[in-house]
């Protein structure tokens, strides 16, 4: 049980396009899914909570123009990269909580490389 | 501010030795502490946490961790190690404020030489 999947698991984009990235919590519900940043060899940088049914809420210094948040539905997630620059090219990873207490593990997807070229 | 500090970049050990990964936590109020591992190019997998009770707290893959309330400490141990625990390992708190949230630590390579 508590599987998470992410689609796609890598994508290989050109600079000033936009991509998306969905994040589904498999057999549980998740009214609270996170969006991590992994750099190589370097921990998780959390990018931005993600809230059923409403608005995402952003880490400092993470631009939500830039990566926009969806929370549709108690199983999906998705992040959109838009206007894609080689900077943003990283190893993207989300999670996602069954519950709401801070007790709650979080279960991880595994993960979407994107190369922007 | 609450964080979780691991102080080694990497663990050499050799296959059947015993393997512990260390890690201290800063929190206000009642730390409630994560184990996850990473292999290449994946996502992370939960290990254990430790929310009350007994300080031994056993997890998947035949690992256990302490918890250490006056040492500020959540060391992850396994017994004997395999050259397939070869992984990255974080250690994380959950955010005594702030939605769920977690803090990792900066993670540690484990190397198991056969």
């Known amino acids: 049980g508590a599987v998470v999947s992410q689609h796609p698991s890598w994508v290989i984009c050109k600079s000033g396009t936009s991509v998306k990235i969905e994040c589904r919590s498999l057999?549980?519900?998740?009214?609270?899914m996170f969006w991590y940043r992994q750099f190589p060899k370097q921990s998780l940088m959390l990018m931005a909570t993600?809230?059923?049914?409403?608005?995402?809420?952003?880490e400092q210094g993470v631009e939500k123009d830039k990566f926009l948040i969806n929370h549709a539905s108690l199983t999906l997630s998705t992040l959109t990269v838009t206007s894609a620059h080689p900077e943003d090219s990283s190893f993207y990873i989300c999670s996602a909580i069954p519950g709401t207490s801070r007790r709650e593990t979080q279960y991880f997807g595994p993960g979407t490389r994107l190369l922007v070229l | 501010a609450q964080s979780v500090a691991q102080p080694e970049d990497q663990v050499n050990v050799a296959e059947g030795n015993p393997l512990t990964v260390k890690c201290t936590y800063s929190?206000?109020?009642?730390?409630?502490l994560f184990w996850y591992v990473q292999y290449p190019n994946r996502g992370l997998q939960f290990l254990l946490k430790?929310?009350?009770?007994?300080?031994l707290v056993k997890g998947s893959y035949g690992f256990e961790a302490e918890f250490n309330k006056s040492q500020t400490s959540f060391h992850l141990k396994k017994p004997s190690a395999l050259v397939s625990d070869s992984a990255l390992y974080f250690c994380a708190v959950s955010l005594y404020y702030g939605n769920n949230r977690l803090a990792f630590g900066k993670g540690n390579q484990v190397v198991v030489i056969p």
């Open positions: 057999d549980f519900q998740a009214t609270t």
């Open positions: 929190v206000s109020g009642n730390p409630y």
């Open positions: 430790y929310i009350t009770g007994d300080n």
């Open positions: 993600s809230n059923e049914g409403s608005k995402a809420t952003y």
